[in-house]
């Protein structure tokens, strides 16, 4: 039986072997084809990341000011089956290398590193939070508004108030600020990435008792949150911390504290020592002591603005655990009925940025605001998030340090954005534009959403090498395979037919000394020859296969690659 050799090459990445002929081939009634060898290279299914290939630059949004971005993935070996590792290792390098300080546009943008489950490629995301109005206190307005969806109150004493001019406790009080008597905390997760919890003083009374608490605002990680929930948190729990005590006369009293790390039995007095100013209980309700705690740049931070002082930086902590949770808590210390119509020792407004991706729906609360202005314009080193910068587009800009994360992970080259956004190494996709409303005034504004980077071919790490499969994609094979390629499918043992296999490799790789690849060379021992399901002759110049994992998504090819068959005439 006469039989035909066709040696099938390629060079692209996504396990297409094809080649167009210059005659004619001719494939009879009733022929068979059998594969005869297999000669590839591929990129090896371990990474080690190190100083040459560590970083990644990116910018998110309209450059506005300052660099690109830098973002480093830790050095380690990554070895098969840690891409996950990997896709959350990037993340964590790229939330922490924001910076809201030096770099506002990058606030409240927070970034996600996944594989596609369903596909087995890397998605590469981000996307904005708003900063979240926990209270607010708008001018006119009968009373402030509490996001009580994302809010809860809780103390062993008493729980906070809401009242014509803020947020308060009107209850009995001790004199040493005990932390459980009176509280809210967050019950979403701070962001990921670079934002702030910030509050601003509506009024403080005098008490004239040495520099006695008033409020405290503070951040806790998961073990914290628990001890809100159960009303047994202590000083110790608290990640980063700023109290604020009641104003008085002297020069050193009625100033602020804070705690830098966890596990402090108290807080630490700043020095130089920084004094309350206009937050009396007579004072104006739009030139008030506002503080804050940044999350930038892999540490938290605290700052004290106040109207006509220059902002006051107090230590950050040491770098915080990425992997961890966080959540915002606001402490009421003092009681706020001075007399029957005074109310005093008031928060105007509590904003928090929060996690964005923990929820698919955060833009149905029902009081989210991300465009909150501060009451006065007179703090101008306090940055004001989402007047100015909701109205700046994302600009899609990502590029890795070298091709060899980039292809490991699935993508064609290290840049994976063109410089007019458009995917060279990746797929860009940008969800719809949100319409949201301010819910002080009603009013719709505009949102967008970010973008998504996802890779082109499947990522390394996540092939099963069990073993390859060869199908025909030029003709029918008398050959059938029960996998089902639904997920239905496979969960009901359903859906196994015909798939045009001509053979099963078994994916054993050796490694290319002084390369970065992994080479396969495969020829099995006996030639089985399987038949053609042509009803007639076939004549073609083309002939097409393709190489794929055992779930039926392509192989990654580095370089040239080859494939040998054999088809047999039927006489």
């Known amino acids: 039986m006469p039989q035909k050799l066709i040696r099938l090459t390629s060079e692209t990445n996504d396990g297409i072997f094809d080649g167009v002929f210059n005659e004619d081939i001719t494939i009879k009634q009733n022929s068979e084809i059998a594969f005869q060898s297999l000669t590839l290279e591929r990129l090896t299914t371990s990474l080690t990341v190190n100083e040459s290939n560590e970083e990644m630059t990116f ?241 938290f931070q605290g700052f004290i603005h106040q109207d006509g002082v220059a902002t006051t930086t107090l230590p950050a902590s040491l770098t915080y655990d990425v992997t961890n949770d966080y959540y915002a808590v606001v402490f009421f210390h003092l009681a706020s009925v001075l007399t029957p119509s005074v109310v005093a020792n008031v928060l105007q407004n509590i904003q928090c940025s929060q996690d964005p991706w923990q929820s698919a729906s955060w833009y149905d609360y029902v009081t989210d605001n991300p465009a909150l202005a501060r009451r006065t314009s007179t703090l101008p080193e306090l940055v004001q998030y989402d007047t100015v910068q909701a109205d700046v587009s994302f600009k899609p800009d990502f590029t890795f340090q070298t091709d060899a994360i980039a292809k490991y992970l699935g993508y064609t080259n290290k840049a994976l954005v063109g410089p007019a956004g458009e995917g060279v190494g990746a797929v860009v996709t940008t969800p719809d534009v949100l319409t949201l409303a301010n819910p002080n005034t009603a009013l719709p504004y505009d949102r967008e959403q970010g973008f998504t980077l996802t890779g082109k071919a499947v990522a390394s790490g996540t092939i099963d090498l069990e073993s390859y499969l060869v199908e025909t994609q030029t003709f029918t094979l008398d050959s059938y395979d029960s996998y089902g390629l639904s997920t239905e499918d496979r969960l009901s043992n359903a859906g196994g037919s015909r798939r045009n296999l001509l053979a099963t490799i078994p994916a054993e790789e050796t490694a290319i000394p002084a390369s970065a690849n992994e080479r396969i060379v495969y020829e099995p021992n006996t030639l089985d020859y399987i038949a053609i399901k042509n009803r007639s002759d076939i004549i073609t110049r083309q002939i097409r296969l393709r190489l794929l994992n055992s779930t039926y998504n392509p192989v990654t090819v580095a370089g040239l690659a080859a494939i040998t068959v054999l088809i047999r005439d039927p006489d």
């Open 59 to 299: 910018f998110p949004k309209t450059q506005v000011t300052g660099d690109l971005q830098v973002g480093r993935i830790e050095k380690k070996l990554y070895e098969k089956g840690d891409t996950d590792v990997l896709m959350e290792d990037i993340e964590n390098a790229l939330n922490g290398s924001c910076d809201m300080l030096t770099l506002p546009e990058t606030m409240n943008l927070q970034w996600k590193a996944k594989i596609n489950e369903s596909e087995d490629k890397a998605e590469i995301s981000v996307r904005p939070s708003p900063f979240f109005p926990l209270v607010d206190y708008a001018p006119g307005a009968l009373a402030p508004i509490i996001n009580d969806e994302t809010l809860l109150d809780k103390g062993t004493t008493s729980t906070p108030t809401v009242s014509n001019s803020g947020v308060s406790r009107l209850t009995f009080q001790t004199a040493t600020g005990a932390l459980n008597e009176c509280y809210l905390f967050n019950t979403m997760k701070f962001i990921k990435s670079t934002g702030a919890l910030r509050v601003r003083l509506g009024t403080v009374s005098t008490q004239n008792l040495v520099n006695r608490p008033a409020f405290t605002i503070a951040l806790v990680n998961q073990e914290g949150l628990a001890k809100l929930r159960n009303g047994t948190i202590t000083y110790p729990d608290l990640t980063y911390a700023i109290q604020v005590n009641a104003p008085e006369d002297a020069f050193d009293r009625g100033g602020y504290s804070y705690i830098s790390e966890p596990g402090s039995a108290g807080t630490t007095t700043t020095n130089p020592f920084v004094k309350i100013v206009k937050s009396d209980a007579g004072g104006s309700q739009d030139n008030n002591d506002c503080f804050e705690i940044q999350k930038r740049n892999g540490v």
